[in-house]
């Protein structure tokens, strides 16, 4: 039976790359410790397929038209998108795909009532997915990445109850479908708190930011879906925040582990509360 | 201000998706933009807005924020260090009423 070998909520704000300078030196230690931890123990975990949930962001689909999960299905992820390159300001990167997992998430998910999309064609990536492959060098992992792009940002979107139902599903088909002995890494990205586009742009909810990370380690799933509403969210930042849904559906999949914080970083030229978590599975 | 108010039916949205999309017409956006704006069928308050840096009667038509965020950017600039700061400075005093 396949399992879960790693678990993790990771941020993707493109200023952690390309304003990184304009950090203090603790802030830099900060986004430097978490990716470094995080790296480490993906690396540990010797994954052989990368399953990485992250906000669209609106990038590969227009909004008349806007799947709630998108499947990259592509044999080859290529990024940052042209536009995208002097916004992030990280160099490009290669990750391999795997068309073959792609399939199996794709039909295993249908059959359990989830409604996904896919595209064999390449997707576009903006920070979501580039931020995290070049700052965990997942180019240089040599394992396939299977990316689903997700809706947090077009109303109406899966709320936490959904993402995390989503993601018991995607545990159930992970265990099921996919090879025995395959050893499977999730990805949340997205977060913190932020308001791309609003009056607030520049406005990080470090309470808000403190009490989600704290939710994350504490295990608590209850409480996180009773109290992790779109409103919630929302306050903290509207527009952006919600991205955070990504991490919940990694929570549904593996259930209530207790998870490590590297830290928290809040840097107004960031434009977002930096933070990450990374899920116990042996607890 | 936040999503409540979003309108998905809105031309413009299109508008910024292709300019994402299509360097060709990003590069024509910047040279002709009226002639651009001509081939989307923005209602008239969307596009007096557009014109006029208006992000405020922008979004309170119903324009999501994230997109307005990058229409910002094709107008001020997208590199991290310099254009996307004034874009950022630009859309904030739009929004509050500063300008």
Same mark, same amino acid.
């Given at each position: 039976m396949a399992e879960i070998v790693f678990a993790a909520g990771i941020p993707h704000a493109p200023a952690i790359v390309g304003l990184f300078d304009k950090a203090t030196p603790e802030q830099q230690k900060v986004v430097r410790h978490t990716y470094a931890g995080l790296s480490g123990g993906l690396r540990r975990a010797r994954p052989d397929l990368i399953i990485a949930f992250a906000n669209d962001h609106m990038t590969n689909s227009r909004i008349i038209?806007?799947?709630?999960? *998108? #499947? %990259?299905?592509?044999?080859?992820?290529?990024? /940052?998108?042209?536009?995208?390159?002097?916004? @992030?300001?990280?160099?490009?990167?290669?990750?391999?795909?795997?068309?073959?997992a792609a399939e199996v998430l794709f039909r295993g998910m249908s059959r359990r009532g989830v409604r996904?999309?896919?595209?064999?064609?390449?997707?576009?990536?903006?920070?979501?997915?580039?931020?995290?492959?070049?700052?965990?060098?997942?180019?240089?992992?040599?394992?396939?990445?299977?990316?689903?792009?997700?809706?947090c940002?077009?109303?109406?979107?899966?709320?936490?109850?959904?993402?995390?139902?989503?993601?018991?599903?995607?545990?159930?088909?992970?265990r099921?479908?996919?090879?025995?002995?395959?050893?499977?890494? *999730? #990805? %949340?990205?997205?977060?913190?708190?932020?308001? /791309?586009?609003?009056?607030?742009?520049?406005? @990080?909810?470090?309470a808000f930011d403190?009490?989600?990370?704290?939710?994350?380690?504490?295990?608590?799933?209850?409480?996180?879906?009773?109290?992790?509403?779109?409103?919630?969210?929302?306050?903290?930042?509207?527009g952006g925040t919600a991205e955070l849904l990504a991490w919940v559906v990694v929570m549904g999949a593996i259930?209530?582990?207790?998870?490590?914080?590297?830290?928290?970083?809040?840097?107004?030229?960031f434009r977002c509360g930096i933070g990450a978590v990374a899920w116990n599975l042996a607890a | 201000m936040g999503l409540e108010k979003f309108d998905p039916t809105l031309a413009g949205h299109d508008l910024v998706?292709?300019?994402?999309?299509?360097?060709?017409?990003r590069a024509e956006f910047k040279d002709n933009e009226r002639a651009v704006l001509d081939r989307y069928p923005l209602r008239p308050e969307e596009r007096r807005a557009i014109e006029e840096r208006?992000?405020?009667?922008?979004?309170?038509?119903?324009f999501h924020p994230y997109l307005g965020g990058q229409l910002s950017r094709f107008i001020y600039g997208n590199d991290a260090a310099r254009g996307a700061l004034i874009a950022n400075k630009k859309l904030i005093a739009s929004l509050t009423g500063q300008k």
């Open positions: 038209a806007y799947p709630d999960f *998108l #499947i %990259g299905m592509a044999a080859e992820h290529t990024g /940052p998108h042209e536009w995208f390159k002097p916004w @992030i300001g990280c160099r490009d990167y290669v990750v391999k795909g795997s068309p073959e996904m999309f896919g595209s064999r064609q390449p997707l576009k990536f903006d920070d979501n997915i580039s931020v995290p492959s070049v700052l965990l060098e997942l180019d240089t992992l040599g394992v396939p990445l299977v990316p689903v792009m997700q809706n940002t077009v109303p109406p979107f899966p709320d936490q109850h959904r993402c995390y139902e989503v993601g018991q599903k995607l545990s159930d088909l992970i099921h479908d996919f090879p025995a002995e395959m050893r499977v890494a *999730l #990805i %949340g990205s997205g977060g913190l708190s932020h308001e /791309p586009g609003g009056a607030r742009y520049l406005f @990080i909810d470090e403190r009490w989600f990370i704290d939710l994350c380690v504490a295990a608590d799933h209850k409480r996180m879906l009773r109290e992790l509403t779109i409103e919630k969210m929302e306050a903290a930042g509207s259930g209530e582990k207790p998870g490590q914080s590297f830290g928290y970083a809040i840097c107004s030229d | 998706q292709d300019l994402k999309w299509d360097p060709a017409l208006d992000f405020r009667t922008l979004y309170d038509i119903g």
